[in-house]
Nanobody, 122 residues
């Protein structure tokens, strides 16, 4: 069993930065991939980024590539999403999730956090 808790969301101006954290409990966190997803009001949950269990493999959605950086510290059971050059269209609830592989499909992730709100003002 893995429990995930996101933090670090908030209100930021266009061009600003935030770093989201995903704290995990349960010893299986470090053996799985971690993904970040987001969901804006009235829209489907969409993939943002994912990282393999070792951290050696990462994958990003085109919309965030070059602006967001995913990382993890297995010793701390924590994952991160550094978000730079934020845009109003990045406004959403951000979720971290744990899965087996670095994939973009939400249903392939078996554990989810409760989400943290990110709002980017124009």
């Amino acid at each position: 069993q893995v429990q995930l808790v996101e933090s670090g969301g908030g209100l930021v101006q266009t061009g600003g930065s935030l770093r989201l954290s995903c704290a995990a409990s349960g010893r299986t966190f470090s053996t799985g991939a971690m993904g970040w997803f987001r969901q804006a009001p009235g829209k489907e949950r969409e993939f943002v980024a994912a990282i393999s269990w070792s951290g050696s493999s990462t994958y990003y959605a085109d919309s965030v590539k070059g602006r967001f950086t995913i990382s993890r510290d297995n010793a701390k059971n924590t994952g991160y999403l550094k978000m730079d050059s934020l845009k109003p269209e990045d406004t959403a609830v951000y979720y971290c999730a744990r899965g087996k592989y670095v994939v973009v499909v939400p249903r392939m992730y078996d554990y989810w956090g409760q989400g943290t709100q990110v709002t980017v003002s124009s």
